[in-house]
């Protein structure tokens, strides 16, 4: 729960999801699930040259089972909450 909480806090912000299969998509945070499923909107394709059958998609939804790494905007990440939810995850509360 500790990443999904973190991630909640993220809606509305941009970020780029690299998936497994190396496409990396650059859009606004809609909505993310306990699962870690993640919605996003206004997404541009990171490298669209090789990926030219993107170009035409506005937002996707994709399962999180799929995705490799999610970088975030340095100003976005807030080491406190961070350092305090981990504390809180260890103690089981």
Request: proline share 2%; glycine share 6%; net charge positive.
């Amino acid at each position: 729960m500790l990443f999904y909480s973190y991630f909640k806090t993220l809606v509305g912000k941009e970020v780029v999801v690299e998936l497994k299969n190396d496409l990396a998509i650059k859009g606004t945070l809609h909505s993310v699930d306990q699962f870690l499923n993640v919605k996003l909107t206004n997404i541009t394709v990171v490298n669209e040259a090789k990926y030219p059958h993107m170009a035409a998609v506005r937002s996707c939804y994709i399962r999180g089972s799929v995705v490799r790494y999610v970088q975030l905007p340095s100003n976005a990440v807030d080491i406190e909450i961070l350092h305090d939810a981990t504390r809180r995850e260890a103690r089981g509360g």
